[in-house]
């Protein structure tokens, strides 16, 4: 039952990743659904920018205010009971400075997160050693950072051949500075796979294969709200459901068991 789950700690998430339990985890926007998602054993609820393109209909991430992820973070706090609560900074809200990363995440954590995620390069390791050194969890977001989909050019897979050896790197890089979780984007899978294998926290996979420590997809992805064509490291939990809550228990039931993703139809070589 959810009221007899323990609230999910990163001790505990740290636990997960060493033992090899899966971490299951998902976007979500308001309170009700931190109720159900809560409710059905997701160990991660992740207030993503994402909400700029599946509730206010944005083309791309990039409007998304601090505002907006004050709010929503505040009504995904409100719902929520025992998941770890992840608020994701919005572009230009942590880019300036480390100053200007400490008073963005400040608002999400007064808000309620529990942890705050940037999209990151090179450029930020200073601003990763400034949070956590002064009690801000942080997941670091690497690979593809759609944030920045323009200068990447477009949704592509990144750490490909050479470039592997740079994602690497960083993997270590922002680890060393503080960061207790990772989470990889559109990465191929082996990569994921050796870097998930030598990392010291949890690694979080979107695209980026079974190996991950745990899952996230997007809620309206996985749930096939939304017109348009979903990226081919969706599955459509919809599917076979008789209602969302089944829906959301056969995901977090599949990505427990290493039966999601399935490297052959979800993952990058
Ligand atoms: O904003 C978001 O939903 C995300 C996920 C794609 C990981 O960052």
Redo the contacts with the bound molecule.
Sequence with gaps: MADARKPVTLHRLQDMHRSGEKIAML?CYDASFATLLDEAGVDIL?V???LGMVLQGEPT?TPVSLASMEYHTRCVARGNRSAWLIG?LPFGSYHASPEQAWHSSLKLMQAGAHMV?LEVSDWAVETVRFLTARGIPVCA?LGFT?QTVSSLGGYKVQGRGEAGELVKAQARAFVQAGAQML?F?MIPAALAAEITAESAVPVIG?GAGKACSGQ?L?LHDMLDVGAGRKPKFVKNFMAGSASIQQAVARYVAEVKAGQFPDDALHAFQ
């Design positions: 976007t992740l993503g920018d994402s991430t994701d995620k977001h759609p989470l984007e979107i996230v997007v």
